[in-house]
């Protein structure tokens, strides 16, 4: 919607609509997923016709819609409500949405486009109007981590700067280092390290998740992307996510349960977007090429006892 309206169902694209008001229309539904009274949906497109008029001008732009997307449209249209639904669907004002709230002026700033460019009526001047006001409170430069992405208190290093500095230069010369060791190690305290001297990184932790068939949903969240519409891969949109903001570290805390076939593909489907790199804490190695082990050993015995009085 963002420059104009466009559907994508698939590999098809519907760029073209039977009139500019069913085109309008479609967008409003999308824009606002929720459910419209029939009545004022039809005042609101068709506001100098009579009601009958109105009435049967909304079932004819609903059903163009309807036969335009095909059965699997998301339109549900009772008898005095109609709504799109939001779980069948995802549009580039939400993905623009999501990147304000970010503060990644870099991503809001290539969505963005004057919404529905060639309408005019009230309610498209409205929104090109917030949409606007939205993009002037994001600045131009990039955001270093996502909001709320690293634990809180993980941040400082005790006798691992080494480490941190060894990591880093192996996320250089390849694309992924697992940091291998039992529990309470501090793996997760190293890779939040790691994280923050890297300036953009994108965490996600994977402790309480048992399914591989959840990594990549895990990913779309902590990237605070919306749920994508039946038919659209998790994978694809996380990787072109991943490759608007890249270079960028994706960090996977905690992932020793779920390494295994299923877990590798996608690691290597996400570490084949130019830009990404991936640093991982386990008890296990993911086992894709060029990855780096780096084993931890036990903090020396100062440094432990430093550990000890902070906490």
């Known amino acids: 919607m963002m420059g104009g309206l466009r559907a994508r169902l698939g590999e098809r694209v519907i760029d073209r609509f039977p009139t500019q008001k069913t085109a309008a229309l479609l967008a409003f ?68 949405e999501g ?44 955001t270093g981590l996502l909001p709320d992405t690293v634990p809180d208190g993980q941040g400082k290093l005790y006798g691992r700067e080494r480490d941190r500095a060894a990591v880093l ?6 694309r992924v280092v697992t940091l291998a060791a039992p529990g309470g190690m501090g793996k997760t305290r190293l ?7 890297h300036g953009r990184a994108v965490w996600v932790s994977l402790a309480d998740i048992s399914d591989p068939d959840q990594v990549a949903p895990a990913i779309r969240a902590a990237l605070q992307l919306p749920v994508p519409a039946p038919g659209f891969a998790v994978e694809d949109m996380v990787a072109r996510e991943l490759a608007s903001i890249a ?8 992932l020793e349960q779920l390494v295994g076939d299923e877990l590798a593909r996608l690691a290597r489907r996400l570490l084949h977007v130019p830009g990404v790199s991936m640093l991982a804490t386990s008890r296990r190695c993911l086992g894709v090429d060029e990855e780096y082990e780096l084993p931890l050993g036990p903090l020396a015995e100062e440094d432990a006892a430093t550990l000890f009085e902070a906490r």
């Not at 230069?169 to 390849?174: I, K, P, Y």
């Open 169 to 174: 230069t192996l996320l250089q010369a390849g």
């Open 29 to 96: 539904l999308a824009l606002n997923p929720r459910a419209h009274s029939r009545e004022v949906l039809a005042d609101t497109f068709w506001p100098e016709a009579e009601p009958d008029s109105q009435r049967h001008s909304l079932r004819l732009a609903l059903s163009r819609l309807r036969n335009l997307l095909g059965p699997d449209h998301p339109i549900e249209a009772g008898r005095l409500t109609v709504q799109m639904n939001p779980d069948r669907f995802t549009t580039d004002v939400a993905e623009f």
């Open 191 to 197: 890779a939040a390290a790691v994280a923050k001297a």
């Open 99 to 142: 990147a304000v709230a970010r503060g990644d002026g870099k991503i809001a700033r290539r969505l963005y486009g004057p919404l529905l460019d060639g309408h005019y009526d009230d309610w498209v001047l409205q929104e090109q109007s917030r949409l606007e006001a939205l993009l002037e409170e994001v600045s131009d430069g990039e």
């Open 247 to 254: 270079p960028v570290l994706l960090v996977l805390d905690n």
